[in-house]
């Protein structure tokens, strides 16, 4: 007997979305429920218990930014946000209100499946105990003895280096916004020292990038944050 696919719970009223993504996702083995209001989605997502949310910000009757805030008050559920409005504040907000990420309306089939992978591998790794060692590419992160490899040689990384790798180590695969970082890196005293994060992530990136023109493992959200891939292979 095959195993059930994850369950997607879509909360999203147009309708011309809703018959994409019913044709999209079983396709690709996901379980689809759809509800086109914030009431009836907080409803399905208290009586489902999806592994998977993906919500539109402009619903009828309320803000997908408060359907955010009230899962997260009771879930962990993967969120990723769905939304035409094209704004960074917009991306932040979402971000910032608990959702794991963030696609901008029009998306192509194959770039929403890729988030949703991340998002449920993410959810899975949260739920098992901590990994020892980090690797994607090159680059291995001894957790334990707090050793980072690159290639296989030993990388020196200052005390902020080293915090903000582990950080972007913890949400790998996700976005995280520049606040979250400055918050996790310098304290909560620290607000909006965006650019000395920028000057962080220049240095560390010299330190674990092949080619710093072009990262291959940690990546810009242009105008929101970070994402550290974790499905790079070596080479």
């Not at 918050?183 to 962080?200: A, F, K, Y």
């Not at 105008?223 to 790079?232: F, M």
Request: charged letters at 25%; aromatic letters at 4%; proline letters at 5%.
């Amino acid at each position: 007997m095959t195993q059930a696919g994850p369950l997607v719970l879509l909360i999203e009223d147009e309708p011309q979305m809703r018959r994409f993504l019913r044709s999209a996702l079983p396709a690709h083995e996901y379980r689809l429920v759809e509800t086109a209001t914030m009431h009836d989605g907080l409803a399905q997502a208290a009586a489902r218990n999806p592994d998977l949310i993906l919500l539109d910000l402009g619903l009828p009757d309320g803000d997908g930014l408060d359907a955010t805030r009230r899962i997260r008050e009771w879930s962990a559920v993967p969120i990723i946000v769905l939304s035409a409005r094209e704004l960074e504040n917009d991306k932040i907000a979402a971000l910032d209100a608990g959702a794991d990420d963030y696609l901008t309306k029009p998306f192509s089939v194959g770039e929403l499946l890729a988030r949703m992978r991340v998002a449920l591998r993410h959810a899975a790794r949260a739920t098992q105990p901590a990994q020892a060692t980090f690797r994607a590419g090159t680059l291995a992160v001894d957790l334990v003895r707090r050793l980072v490899t690159v290639a296989g040689e030993e990388t020196h990384l200052s005390p902020t280096e080293y915090k903000l790798l582990t950080t972007l180590i913890r949400h790998a695969g996700m976005v995280c916004t520049q606040r979250l970082l400055v918050r996790e890196v310098w304290g909560n005293h620290v607000v909006d020292d965006t650019q000395n994060l920028r000057v962080v992530v220049a240095q560390l990136r010299r330190k674990i990038e092949a080619d710093t023109a072009r990262p291959r493992l940690l990546q810009t959200e242009p105008g929101v944050g970070y994402r550290l891939r974790d499905d790079v292979e070596p080479g």
